[in-house]
T-cell receptor, first 114, second 112 residues
């Protein structure tokens, strides 16, 4: 079945450590997105990518980095510069050229600080 | 800065209709209006979307104002399973419209 896979489901980060969240999709979608969600809050956009080898900062990109070397993969690194990384992270994708297509979301990764 | 505005919360009784409003006064002509809902600790799931005409599917109906500056998601008979956060977003292309921004959504509580 086609879809988006996020891993791991739970992740723990030590002080000063970088961690990478995985997001893989087999939907052949060009556009991919990373969102952060804090308890009781909505989704805030971290980074997005419209096509391979290209990505743009969202509203809260500081302390995060991404890469888009393959169409199906859009990993997110939470760097040590992100001082408050505890949150629920969601990855999404959609076809690039169409607005008449729904967004597909992964099941999320819960990141916590040890 | 979300392009849509929704009430923070709404409450309904089971088996009654629910009308969830969304304002999007800066909508452009090519933006589709999408609705998603999210259960706790899960990723959002698609509910419905439309451009100009009202839309129906097995989950809900979407009523779009004639000037497209607002829309309403209609759940015809709310069930306990419909309790979730509902998000209304504008799905556009070109320039900054690729940046799909979510607001805080509306937390729907369904009373038995």
């Amino acid at each position: 079945d086609g879809g988006i896979t996020q891993s791991p489901k739970y992740l723990f980060r030590k002080e000063g450590q970088n961690v990478t969240l995985s997001c893989e999709q087999n939907l052949n979608h060009d556009a991919m997105y990373w969102y952060r969600q804090d308890p009781g809050q909505g989704l805030r956009l971290i980074y997005y990518s419209q096509i391979v080898n290209d990505f743009q900062k969202g509203d809260i990109a500081e302390g995060y980095s991404v890469s888009r070397e393959k169409k199906e993969s859009f990993p997110l690194t939470v760097t040590s510069a992100q001082k408050n990384p505890t949150a629920f992270y969601l990855c999404a994708s959609r076809p690039r050229g169409s607005t008449n297509e729904k967004l597909f979301f992964g099941s999320g990764t819960q990141l916590s600080v040890l | 800065d979300a392009k849509t505005t929704q009430p923070n919360s709404m409450e309904s009784n089971e088996e009654e209709p629910v009308h969830l409003p969304c304002n999007h006064s800066t909508i452009s002509g090519t933006d589709y209006i999408h609705w998603y809902r999210q259960l706790p600790s899960q990723g959002p799931e698609y509910v419905i979307h439309g451009l100009t005409s009202n839309v129906n599917n097995r989950m809900a109906s979407l009523a779009i104002a004639e000037d497209r500056k607002s829309s309403t998601l209609i759940l015809h008979r709310a069930t306990l399973r419909d309790a979730a956060v509902y998000y209304c977003i504008l799905n556009g292309i070109g320039g900054s419209n690729y940046k799909l921004t979510f607001g805080k959504g509306t937390l729907l509580t369904v009373n038995p």
